[in-house]
T-cell receptor, first 113, second 116 residues
Framework: GAGVSQSPRYKVTKRGQDVALRCDPI?????LYWYRQALGQGPEFLTY????????KSGLPNDRFSAERPEGSISTLTIQRTEQRDSAMYRC???????????FGPGTRLTVT | AQTVTQSQPEMSVQEAETVTLSCTYD???????LFWYKQPPSRQMILVIR??????QNATENRFSVNFQKAAKSFSLKISDSQLGDTAMYFC?????????????FGKGTLLTVNP
């Protein structure tokens, strides 16, 4: 079946612009996670949804970052007023249930100039 | 808080040989899962193998196996008959399964190069 998809795959934006990153999880997966990965590092947790409920947003770096999953499927991670330090790979993962293995999408490479 | 440590930033192995990647973790919890993920040059994140902490038997997936030592908090990955396609960054990861958040905590990774 289809895996986790993310769009866009690459995004270049100017400092101060808003960006929206989309994640389409594996069909039927109830849990959805967002991670951020800097070059040469492991992914770091940003936020977690169980169905449509955002159950943990403790990893979001500041209030410029927000996420939603209104219908319990597709999720959007929004970064407002982007800064150069936001440049990274943003990864989405989904899981059939809490605690099970997570399957990652290809990521969105964000570059803020 | 849980931490995951991969002490080998880089390793290399000859094709067809066996290599072991190290991972240690620190937790006060008793119920958790451990994973190895592979990130090839394409930068996809691919699940390699999973281990439940309550299981004493080490997980195996074809050429990949783990040595899980719960008391020592050690979780190493053994790759047998290494292939050129195994060249990748390998990440060890931890999930605490007893709470309400199932976030993965990753190590910093080990870059494995398989030489022909």
């Amino acid at each position: 079946g289809a895996g986790v998809s993310q769009s866009p795959r690459y995004k270049v934006t100017k400092r101060g612009q808003d960006v929206a990153l989309r994640c389409d999880p594996i069909s039927g997966h109830v849990s959805l996670y967002w991670y951020r990965q800097a070059l040469g590092q492991g992914p770091e947790f940003l936020t977690y949804f169980n169905y449509e409920a955002q159950q943990d947003k403790s990893g979001l770096p500041n209030d410029r970052f927000s996420a939603e999953r209104p219908e319990g499927s597709i999720s959007t991670l929004t970064i407002q007023r982007t800064e150069q330090r936001d440049s990274a790979m943003y990864r989405c993962a989904s899981s059939p249930a809490r605690g099970h293995e997570q399957y990652f999408g290809p990521g969105t490479r964000l570059t803020v100039t | 808080a849980q931490t995951v440590t991969q002490s080998q930033p880089e390793m290399s192995v000859q094709e067809a040989e066996t290599v072991t990647l190290s991972c240690t973790y620190d937790t006060s919890e008793n119920n958790y899962y451990l994973f190895w993920y592979k990130q090839p040059p394409s930068r996809q994140m691919i699940l390699v193998i999973r281990q439940e902490a309550y299981k004493q038997q080490n997980a195996t997936e074809n050429r990949f196996s783990v040595n899980f030592q719960k008391a020592a908090k050690s979780f190493s990955l053994k790759i047998s008959d290494s292939q050129l396609g195994d060249t990748a960054m390998y990440f060890c990861a931890f999930i605490y399964s007893g709470g309400s958040n199932y976030k993965l905590t990753f190590g910093k990774g080990t870059l494995l190069t398989v030489n022909p």
